[in-house]
């Protein structure tokens, strides 16, 4: 959509929004009226009806979180259709608006932010934690610098726990379901004495595999996590109080593999795919010489303590700090057997750990002119993440020691010479594994050191110009400074011997060699101007900037911190509650242009077969709009539902393209001759004029093609009924959720090979609860036709193979549960 187009679409929108508004008395004259409850939201940092914020903003409450089966993030994308969700190599790539985490390796910065109680969640890993015991989740859409600040150039997604109340509470929920789902969520709150109060909550699931391995017979995608969140509350009601709050998750299972469903290089034969055993007959099978496994531990501890200063002022300060240890073990070939031919050891494993602090310092002000927040920033991680590649998790080749004993050595990076000639000890590279005294390193082992410092001042103010005779007329100001400084360093060890005996060498990087610091600042203002007619009517417009500053990567040798991202965004909204508020009308349309958009990517060659790629797309812009509804004509009926178009493209991006044999340089091979084989292209994507050479990589200008993970169309619809009011002392209703989206290229190169097909998906439930809201039984089934798409795709030159994750297959199953 052009910008006059959307001119031209925004002027049509406030036209009929005008004519539906001064129809909706009349037409509401016979009908039933709705109920009045407000969704209160935290958007802008203090408690507010959802309907007065001139924000983009979804809400998703805690029973409906229950009733739609959403525990983690993957699955808000069909509650909230301007959320997308990938997931590879267990990063969580959520984006909204088109713009998200657009790397798999781990270290850069996702472009969604999270938090949890308002405590800022950094690891992309870490985002699949936290999913329980929820009062609601709040999606905020389009760029959140002031408030949100760090990372959320495409919005900021905030999970909303339960708190402890002065009153008992307790909700208990167990579910059985197909693939031996078992899943239970208890927690239990109340006062502990006078002005102390707590709430305990704690959920267990256990799943078998989506998918089986064909040879070993071991589960796939299944699932088993645990978790707990405690919270103590002192409120003495002398003007402060503190919430403490502690929480923790594990994960142990066979998750987040990559499947294996195609060769990235068909009719390439330099390039075939080294797996012996082929790919799996069922896409949701994989075979692999180990369980695919993901293990997690993580905890979080925090401290909230607010103070009012009086009437009009309020004090609060937010610490937290996050410890994060996981580890992915992942087959990166299609191989069914052992692996056992030198050129294919290919075993990844990948652990991380991470440790972050933060606090934020707020003052808030709510007076009859001005409401807002104002505060200081500060956040710290230090990640150390390391990557192996190789026989096996465990242990490498055992011709490896003598190849680290004997082969020349080339320091950081540089080829051997005869002045570098020497041997690296067994202990270095062992340490640089994580492997055993005794053992065999792997042929592949990195051990990288990232770190972050961030310092930043915020505010946000709305002034109501009622004061100046505008009544309804309220002006918002904000604005965020953000300094940080981000260093890296990216030590590892190649043995080439594996690849090609006859050139074979051990080429090291170290600490001193590959450090690098950066450092970033950067102001986002922001500005708006909102306008309530009257109590049932918003409309508004907002300026807003985004920024994230540059990172570095866990690349074997790597030096690159890349440059940062900004985003100028320009939105108009309209929040609308009609015919006697039976309909609530939310509408937005934005447009934004995005610069140094931060990509990463793995190209075949170099001595470990692979070479990691990161950089900055120089340029995207996006034109959309969204609606969001519900509707109740009667009180037995409840309809609602949101509709999301996004027009997001590169406007400049010159690239290499991995799927392109020529920018493939394998170990042992040739490289592409241009001579003899003119048009090695598996997939179509030629050159820039100038950007062949005989033996270099081709370049290509993707100007024009849709950014990542963004659908142009998306949409959800839900309807309810309540069937029966008197059955068996409750409530019977019947639901139905339709959602679906249109094509979606997980890559910058727009081809569906490396994407999902458009697709509609269904759900129903049957759910009762008797008229005290005690008791509750749930009958649910989830895409009711079985629909197979991919969530993410990744192309693996060790492999050289595509590979994907996908969205879950059909289930169902019976909840019961219980409030008091």
């Not at 645990?226 to 919270?231: A, D, E, I, N, S």
């Not at 900004?566 to 349309?589: C, P, W, Y």
Request: with cysteine; hydrophobic share 40%; net charge negative.
């Amino acid at each position: 959509m052009t910008p006059r187009n959307f001119a031209r679409a925004a002027g049509l929108g406030t036209v009929s929004l005008v004519a539906l508004a001064v129809a909706a008395p009349a037409l509401a004259q016979d009908a039933a009226k709705a109920n009045d409850d407000m969704i209160i939201v935290t958007a802008n940092k203090r408690a507010q009806d959802m309907q007065d914020v001139s924000v983009a903003v979804s809400a998703v409450g805690g029973e409906l979180l229950a009733d739609r089966g959403i525990s983690n993030l993957s699955d808000i994308q069909a509650a909230v259709p301007s959320v997308t969700f990938g997931n590879d190599f267990n990063q969580a790539k959520v984006f909204i608006r088109g713009v998200g985490a657009n790397t798999s390796t781990t270290g850069s910065s996702t472009g969604v932010a999270m938090h949890v109680d308002g405590a800022y969640v950094a690891r992309a890993e870490a985002q699949l934690t936290s999913m329980f015991d929820l009062e609601r989740v709040e999606v905020l859409r389009g760029p959140q610098g002031s408030l949100y600040g760090r990372n959320a150039v495409g919005g900021s997604i905030n999970l909303i726990t339960k708190k402890p109340t002065d009153y008992l509470t307790v909700d208990a929920q167990f579910t059985l379901g197909n693939y031996e789902t078992k899943s239970a969520e208890v927690g239990i709150g109340g006062p502990i004495t006078d002005g102390i109060m707590f709430r305990l909550a704690g959920r267990v699931d256990e799943r078998a595999g989506y998918g089986v391995d064909p040879v070993h017979g071991w589960d796939v995608d299944d699932s088993s996590r645990k978790m707990v969140r405690g919270q103590l509350l002192f409120d003495f009601d002398q003007g402060w109080d503190l919430l403490l709050s502690a929480e923790y998750f594990a994960q142990d299972d066979n998750s987040g593999a990559v499947h294996y469903f195609a060769p990235a290089f068909p009719g390439v034969a330099r390039l075939a795919p080294i797996g012996t055993g082929g790919f799996a007959a069922n896409p949701r099978d994989l075979s692999s010489d180990e369980p695919p496994s993901v293990n997690t531990e993580t905890y979080s501890l925090s401290a909230n303590l607010g103070i009012d200063l009086s009437d009009s002022l309020r004090l609060t300060n937010l610490a937290n700090y996050r410890k994060f240890d996981s580890q992915l073990i992942q087959d990166l070939d299609t191989s069914a057997v052992v692996n056992q031919l030198p050129n294919a050891t290919t075993m990844q494993v990948r652990t991380i750990d991470a440790e972050q602090f933060s606090n934020e310092l707020q003052l808030a002000i709510d007076t009859d002119f001005v409401t807002g927040v104002a505060g200081l920033y500060y956040f710290n991680e230090r990640q150390k993440p390391r990557d192996t590649v190789g026989f096996s998790s465990t242990t490498g080749m055992p011709g490896n020691i003598n190849t680290l004993a004997t082969r020349p050595v080339g320091l950081d990076g540089a080829p051997p010479s005869a002045a570098l000639i020497g041997s690296v000890s067994l202990a270095d590279a062992l340490y640089m594994c994580g492997f055993r005294p005794g053992a065999s390193p792997n042929r592949v082992c990195l051990r990288s050191n990232l770190g972050t410092e961030a310092y930043a001042a915020f505010g946000q103010l709305n002034f109501d110009m009622g004061k100046f005779g505008l009544d309804g007329v309220s002006i918002k100001l904000g604005g965020r400074w953000s300094h940080e400084e981000v260093d890296s360093r990216n030590p590892s060890i190649i043995l080439t011997a594996n690849a090609n005996p006859a050139a074979a060498a051990v080429i090291v990087t170290t600490n001193e060699g590959t450090f690098r610091e950066r450092t970033f600042e950067d102001f986002t203002p922001e500005a708006g101007i909102s306008w309530a007619p009257n109590t049932d009517m918003l409309f508004y417009y907002t300026y807003s900037e985004g920024f994230k500053a540059g990172s570095g990567e866990n690349a074997a040798g790597s030096t690159t911190i890349v440059d940062p991202e900004s985003v100028v965004n320009h939105e108009i909204g309209a929040k609308l509650q009609l015919f006697d508020r039976m309909l609530t009308l939310n509408l937005a349309g934005y447009t934004y242009n995005l610069k140094g958009l931060q990509i990463n990517k793995t190209v075949g060659g170099g001595p470990a077969g692979f070479k990691t790629i990161f950089e900055n797309a120089a340029e995207t812009s996006a034109t959309g709009f969204e609606a969001d509804f519900s509707f109740r004509p009667v009180d037995i009926f409840r309809l609602s539902g949101g509709l999301s178009y996004t027009d997001s493209k590169y406007d400049d991006f010159v690239t290499q393209d991995p799927l392109d044999p020529r920018n493939v340089e394998q170990p042992g091979q040739a490289n592409y001759d241009p001579v003899t084989n003119p048009d090695p292209t598996a997939f179509g994507a030629p050159c820039s004029p100038d950007a062949l050479n005989a033996n270099g990589p081709c370049n290509i200008q993707l100007a024009g093609n849709p950014t990542r993970n963004t659908p142009e169309w998306s949409y959800n619809l839900r309807a309810e009924l309540d069937a029966s009011q008197d059955l068996m002392g409750g409530t019977l209703t019947i639901a139905g959720d339709m959602y679906g989206r249109s094509d979606v290229f997980f890559t910058e190169f727009h081809r569906l090979v490396e994407g999902s097909e458009a697709y509609t998906m269904f759900d129903a439930s049957l759910r009762w609860e008797d008229n005290n809201g005690g008791l509750y039984a749930l009958a649910y089934v989830r895409n009711i036709g079985d629909t197979l798409r991919r969530s993410s795709t990744f192309a693996l030159s060790t492999g050289r193979v595509i590979g994907a994750t996908y969205l879950p297959p059909r289930t169902y199953g019976l909840t019961l549960g219980y409030r008091f």
